[in-house]
């Protein structure tokens, strides 16, 4: 108890404390005053200098300036021993240290003395221990428990009771956690997850009311992001023990862990705390057990100023008002559940609710604005209607009592499906639909489709480990498709039931779907095929070639697909030639008139021989019928050529997803050298009289990536004007869409508004004229008349055409509008709109207004640099600026990987000359500092373009200068 009031009555951290941590962590480098200021520091390395003072002690030494001058130099001598003891990979560092966390320049109040011990003598003395303990790891040959990637078995987390404190106006927090822990195994060490936090106090003590267990000292590990405890003697092993500890840190300025965001309401900036800690970012808001298969009960608490509000995962109980104008909330216990879906913030937002049929309370929390507009009012409803749909189909209840949406301006992914605290970025669930497309409501209703199936697949089975968060986000996947008509028929929901409140690893999975098999007669061992499809890299390319010297006979072979086959894999032992799939070939044969009914053969080897009966000589073969397989299928010419015959005909007798499913194989094909430049660019000759969307939307998708090849080469408008040729008499016959502000979105027809728009979207990107003009007219009436009568459904494509037509004026005007607006979707598509300019004066400005986050959010900063890259007149403007803020960018985002990894792939994907793949291998030589594994991707994808450029770019402009002049 004397711990806990301690705690509370401690002053909060100030403003001047924050700044001198910030100086530590930035290397003691001061940053000149600036609006971004704060997010350029480079980040900690855990073999920076981190001094432990005692505040006391050094206003205690300031008494003259000789005795300051010896209490410096012993620090650095210190420091020295710290480091060095750091560095080593099997022992931890000296006791009581706490490395490059918050709050490791000063010695905090009320920290035991017993856990303080400086001085020559004790580091002399806590040397010797750790050397000895060394020693000890070395002759067992065992690395320590704190060096291992993984935490050590013998602990078991039961319980955690959380209490937080949030001083929201210097972004720091406090915090108490007890554990309640299940020994399994006796030892003198617990292990657990804890960074960039500073520890006060530790506490170990047997059953919570027993007398404690002596600490021998403890310790913060970076490598490995661990706190180490070390006792005086064992736990015993089926006993429980309770392990408090007290600690602090900061309200990141990052994107992970406890972090904070701020939005501006009638010219006031307010601000925000929200956490992300998917995958592993728990143990940076508190010391726990931070992997998956560790579920626990939790009970949180959270103290903070009354003028704002705290949500967590479960409802409030009871809230405590205090007589200084804070107020601590009490939430119920959570069912047993992961770290990485625990869930809290601390806002101002107000929110709207519905209740579901089974009394779910379902609210909706935003800015007020936002909420007074009735942004999320689309959001709260198709939630209330999903969770009844789930809940009817899975046959398995919502498992909490309700369910907050909190839609927040800053988050590093879409939307973190936090159980009972799904939190959104504002722009994947604030919908005003008086100016929101349809493309724009069905990426939202899409993003919460899937964020709410991870309320039963996530949040109530989980994946025991990392390897299988594919069976989450599969299932989430193949729901935002079926929405709430369509489910697999084959699928059995014992799957849920079994592994309710618990982890599941892909063998439970196939296991269920053997026995759900057996039970119709069908005995298939899925864990043998399945497993070859989820532990190898890629998938397969099927070809099928006729047999000319016997009738009725094809040869079916397989292979990894690659895009750039010249490159080598970095283990010999997983060369291409290694790879083998089980695979489910659907096929039928088709001529003029009439396709047969699908067989499916299952292609189990490198090359096989099949007899396919009623194979005529005019007949054609199809494969992956309806594209239900997982990979790509290649044919022969002769086949592709009798395909490509029978679209120009009649494409109707081959199904819409079969049509699409040809153009996307075909274009991928030829891009990684499997077929003729010419095949694709032949197959999309039939479009002209294509009416349905997906086959234009597969030719649209395949011809970006193409097209970015090309628009720097000098023949590029031999390209660009055979693709013109085939979308100039669709867009003839679509017309523009008339505009419908006063109309429901959901009223209007999905599939032929989606197809006029992506046909409008090819004709301006290839340059008709008709439809430049109808974008410069539209631009200049919203300009002269201030009033936007933009269709909405083509917005920012008009937005974007009108940028890079027009003059400088009109990138102006788009500017201005960005900063008026306060409706996310808009924003989005005029900040987008700017970055199709083709002044490299006015791309230049807006790429460094991106790093001020005053202007430009943090996220949309990186879609900033992202689409001046696909901009040919802005891709080397990118590059540069990337290559030249990349420690800015890097100390940012920090360890929100994804983030790199988006931006690095997005800056990266068309560069595809000889000189950028140089420049490319020259930056990461000397700055990938974490982010190893996204360029290498990035060198694979340039090695790939660069190959492309070198042997096939000439054989398609030859075929295209005949194809123009025939």
């Given at each position: 108890?004397?711990?806990?009031?301690?705690?509370?009555?401690?002053?909060?951290?100030?403003?001047?404390?924050?700044?001198?941590?910030?100086?530590?962590?930035?290397?003691?480098?001061?940053?000149?005053?600036?609006?971004?200021?704060?997010?350029?520091?480079?980040?900690?390395?855990?073999?920076?200098?981190?001094?432990?003072?005692?505040?006391?002690?050094?206003?205690?030494?300031?008494?003259?300036?000789?005795?300051?001058?010896?209490?410096?130099?012993?620090?650095?001598?210190?420091?020295?021993?710290?480091?060095?003891?750091?560095?080593?990979?099997?022992?931890?560092?000296?006791a009581g240290g706490n490395g490059s966390l918050p709050g490791a320049a000063r010695q905090p109040p009320g920290r035991p003395e017993e856990e303080v011990r400086g001085g020559e003598a004790a580091a002399e003395e806590e040397k010797e221990e750790e050397e000895e303990e060394e020693e000890e790891w070395q002759r067992r040959r065992e690395l320590p428990p704190w060096a291992r990637p993984r935490l050590p078995r013998h602990l078991r987390p039961l319980h955690y009771n959380l209490m937080l404190s949030a001083f929201m106006e210097n972004f720091t927090f406090s915090g108490e956690v007890?554990?309640?822990?299940?020994?399994?195994?006796?030892?003198?060490?617990?292990?657990?997850?804890?960074?960039?936090?500073?520890i006060e106090a530790v506490r170990v003590a047997e059953d919570k009311l027993a007398g404690g267990v002596r600490v021998a000292r403890s310790f913060l590990y970076p490598q490995t992001q661990v706190f180490v405890v070390v006792l005086n003697r064992s736990l015993e092993a089926q006993r429980s023990y309770n392990l408090k500890i007290i600690y602090n840190a900061l309200i990141e300025n990052e994107l992970l862990g406890f972090f904070r965001s701020s939005y501006v309401l009638h010219g006031e900036r307010r601000f925000l705390g929200v956490t992300q800690f998917s995958p592993t970012h728990a143990r940076k808001a508190f010391p726990c057990f931070d992997e998956p298969i560790y579920k626990a009960t939790f009970k949180i608490s959270i103290r903070h100023q009354a003028t704002y509000l705290s949500l967590s995962n479960m409802p409030v109980e009871t809230s405590v008002f205090e007589e200084d104008g804070w107020v601590t909330d009490h939430f119920s216990q959570t069912p047993l559940m992961?770290?990485?879906?625990?869930?809290?913030?601390?806002?101002?937002?107000?929110?709207?609710?519905?209740?579901?049929?089974?009394?779910?309370?379902?609210?909706?929390?935003?800015?007020?604005?936002?909420?007074?507009?009735?942004?999320?009012?689309?959001?709260?409803?198709?939630?209330?209607?999903?969770?009844?749909?789930?809940?009817?189909?899975?046959?398995?209840?919502?498992?909490?009592?309700?369910?907050?949406?909190?839609?927040?301006?800053?988050?590093?992914?879409?939307?973190?499906?936090?159980?009972?605290?799904?939190?959104?970025?504002?722009?994947?669930?604030?919908?005003?639909?008086?100016?929101?497309?349809?493309?724009?409501?069905?990426?939202?209703?899409?993003?919460?489709?899937?964020?709410?199936?991870?309320?039963?697949?996530?949040?109530?089975?989980?994946?025991?480990?990392?390897?299988?968060?594919?069976?989450?986000?599969?299932?989430?996947?193949?729901?935002?498709?079926?929405?709430?008509?369509?489910?697999?028929?084959?699928?059995?929901?014992d799957y849920l039931t079994i592994h309710k409140y618990g982890n599941a690893a892909r063998n439970d999975l196939w296991n269920t779907l053997s026995k759900a098999l057996k039970r119709v007669g069908k005995s298939v061992n899925i864990r043998e095929v399945m497993d070859q499809w989820t532990l190898q890299m890629g998938y397969p390319v099927i070809t099928i070639l006729g047999n000319e010297t016997t009738d009725n006979v094809i040869v079916i072979s397989q292979e990894r697909f690659v895009y750039?086959?010249?490159?080598?894999?970095?283990?010999?032992?997983?060369?291409?030639?290694?790879?083998?799939?089980?695979?489910?070939?659907?096929?039928?044969?088709?001529?003029?008139?009439?396709?047969?009914?699908?067989?499916?053969?299952?292609?189990?080897?490198?090359?096989?021989?099949?007899?396919?009966?009623?194979l005529e000589e005019a007949s054609w073969l199809l494969g992956n019928i309806n594209q239900t397989g997982y990979f790509r299928v290649n044919y022969d010419i002769r086949n592709w050529r009798l395909l490509i015959n029978q679209l120009t005909r009649n494409h109707e007798v081959i199904s819409v997803s079969n049509r699409a499913g040809l153009i996307d194989d075909a274009f991928n094909l030829a891009r990684a050298g499997y077929l003729p430049q010419n095949i694709p660019l032949e197959i999309i000759r039939y479009l002209s009289e294509e009416k349905d969307f997906l086959p234009w939307h597969a030719a649209s998708r395949a011809l970006y990536p193409l097209d970015k090849l090309l628009d720097r080469t000098e023949s590029y408008n031999i390209f660009n004007e055979y693709i013109l040729r085939q979308v100039a008499s669709m867009y003839?016959?679509?017309?523009?869409?008339?505009n419908n502000l006063n109309k429901s979105l959901v009223q209007a027809s999905y599939q032929h508004e989606e197809l006029r728009r992506e046909v409008i979207m090819l004709a301006c990107s290839f340059g008709n004229k008709h439809c430049h003009q109808q974008a410069a007219t539209l631009i200049s009436d919203w300009i002269s008349s201030n009033r936007n009568r933009i269709p909405l459904n083509v917005r920012d494509i008009v937005y974007c055409t009108g940028v890079s037509l027009m003059d400088e004026d009109v990138w102006e005007f788009i500017w201005m509008?960005?900063?008026?607006?306060?409706?996310?979707?808009?924003?989005?598509?005029?900040?987008?709109?700017?970055?199709?300019?083709?002044?490299?004066?006015?791309?230049n400005r807006l790429l460094n207004l991106s790093l001020n986050s005053e202007v430009v959010l943090d996220q949309d900063a990186i879609d900033v640099i992202i689409h001046v890259a696909r901009n040919p007149h802005g891709r080397d403007l990118a590059w540069k600026f990337f290559r030249e803020k990349w420690k800015i960018l890097n100390a940012r985002y920090g360890e929100a990987l994804f983030m790199n990894s988006k931006l690095i792939s997005g800056v990266t994907e068309f560069l595809n000359t000889e000189e950028e793949l140089r420049e490319l291998k020259n930056f990461i030589r000397s700055y990938e500092e974490g982010a190893a594994a996204s360029f290498s991707r990035a060198v694979e994808t340039v090695e790939a373009n660069v190959r492309w450029q070198r042997l096939y770019k000439e054989e398609l402009f030859q075929w295209l200068r005949k194809s123009l002049t025939h």
């Open positions: 108890m004397a711990l806990e009031e301690k705690r509370e009555k401690r002053p909060p951290v100030t403003p001047m404390m924050i700044e001198e941590e910030a100086a530590l962590r930035n290397g003691s480098r001061g940053l000149p005053p600036g609006p971004w200021a704060e997010a350029a520091g480079p980040r900690p390395r855990t073999t920076e200098r981190h001094i432990a003072v005692h505040k006391r002690l050094v206003l205690g030494f300031a008494v003259s300036i000789l005795a300051l001058l010896a209490v410096t130099m012993i620090a650095v001598l210190l420091s020295v021993r710290f480091e060095e003891c750091g560095a080593a990979a099997d022992g931890p560092p000296r007890n554990v309640q822990l299940e020994v399994h195994n006796a030892s003198r060490y617990i292990v657990l997850h804890a960074h960039r936090m500073h992961s770290t990485y879906y625990l869930a809290w913030a601390v806002c101002n937002f107000t929110y709207r609710e519905t209740v579901t049929k089974s009394g779910v309370v379902v609210r909706l929390y935003a800015r007020p604005d936002a909420i007074r507009r009735g942004s999320g009012d689309y959001a709260l409803n198709i939630t209330r209607r999903l969770i009844e749909f789930y809940e009817d189909y899975f046959k398995v209840p919502y498992s909490l009592p309700k369910l907050d949406l909190l839609a927040v301006p800053k988050h590093p992914y879409a939307a973190m499906e936090n159980w009972g605290l799904s939190v959104f970025v504002e722009q994947r669930i604030l919908l005003d639909p008086s100016i929101s497309s349809i493309s724009y409501l069905l990426d939202v209703t899409m993003v919460i489709v899937h964020e709410l199936c991870h309320q039963w697949f996530g949040d109530l089975v989980t994946p025991v480990w990392w390897e299988d968060v594919w069976l989450k986000e599969g299932f989430a996947h193949y729901f935002e498709f079926v929405g709430t008509d369509y489910l697999y028929p084959g699928w059995n929901m750039d086959s010249d490159a080598k894999p970095k283990d010999p032992a997983l060369g291409d030639s290694s790879y083998l799939w089980q695979i489910p070939l659907t096929i039928a044969v088709g001529n003029t008139s009439h396709i047969s009914s699908e067989a499916i053969i299952w292609v189990s080897n490198k090359s096989e021989h099949h007899r396919i009966p009623a003839l016959k679509l017309g523009w869409p008339t509008k960005f900063h008026s607006t306060t409706a996310v979707s808009e924003k989005k598509i005029l900040l987008e709109a700017l970055t199709c300019s083709d002044d490299r004066n006015l791309l």
